[in-house]
């Protein structure tokens, strides 16, 4: 069975500085990983996905992840945050063929300190 | 292009009435999906369609929940009767079956059950 890990329920950061929020997956092949993001009152955007190739891929609003299949890890990473990225942060996991469902992870809430 | 369309976006109904939350995927998209997202309970699926067809409705809590999805192009999530503890915020997802298990969000319905 497939499942996703995001260790840190709350992070705060000050604005400027980088980030990084921790996803471990647990799946049998190969997966197709996934970051959200969902601001309050809103439903979730999706920010990036790996599906194969380059294991660093950029996605919206300066957001860029590694897939790490030693580590089964999927972090997202900004190198400067802005107050406007305050917001609820979910990991994905899915298999490599649609008709699945994707696991989402308990999710990361981030705060920005000015 | 619109976005995944749900209605309405605010629902606040008394114990006991029956609840229709109605979602209109992306046109073209053939997988849609119903979540429920509580500050205890994270984000839960409860059911999904691949071309109108219930795949898995696993997560669906109980009797009192139903879903249909008569058509490519609407959904529905009823709640019949409804109690307090169903207040949550719904969402739909659609996705594209060949477009690699990504999904879009719809804003969700916030619903309260007094």
């Known amino acids: 069975a497939q499942s996703v890990t995001q260790p840190d329920i709350h992070i705060t950061v000050s604005e400027g500085a980088s980030l990084e929020l921790r996803c471990n997956y647990s799946y049998g092949a190969t997966p197709y990983l996934f970051w959200y993001v969902q601001s309050p009152g809103q439903g979730l955007q999706l920010l990036l996905k790996y599906f194969s190739g380059d294991t660093l891929v950029q996605g919206i609003k300066g957001f860029e992840a590694e897939f790490k299949r030693s580590q089964s890890s999927f972090n997202l990473r900004k190198p400067s945050v802005h107050w406007s990225d305050a917001a609820e942060y979910f990991c994905?996991?899915?298999?490599?063929?649609?008709?699945?469902?994707?696991?989402f992870g308990g999710g990361t809430r981030l705060m920005v300190k000015p | 292009d619109a976005g995944v369309i749900q209605s309405p976006r605010h629902e606040v109904t008394e114990m006991g009435q029956e609840v229709t939350l109605r979602c209109k995927p992306i046109s073209g998209h053939n997988s849609l999906f119903w979540y429920r997202q509580t500050m205890m309970r994270g984000l839960e699926l409860l059911i999904y369609?691949?071309?109108?067809?219930?795949?898995?409705d696993s997560g669906m809590p109980e009797d009192r929940f139903s879903a249909k999805m008569p058509n490519a192009s609407f959904s529905t999530l009823k709640i019949q009767p409804s109690e307090p503890r169903d207040s949550a915020v719904y969402f739909c997802?659609?996705?594209?079956?060949?477009?690699?298990?990504?999904?879009?969000f719809g804003p969700g319905t916030r619903l309260t059950v007094l």
């Open positions: 994905a996991v899915g298999p490599n063929n649609a008709g699945n469902m994707l696991t």
């Open positions: 997802a659609s996705r594209r079956l060949a477009g690699g298990n990504e999904q879009f």
């Open positions: 369609f691949n071309n109108n067809v219930p795949i898995d």
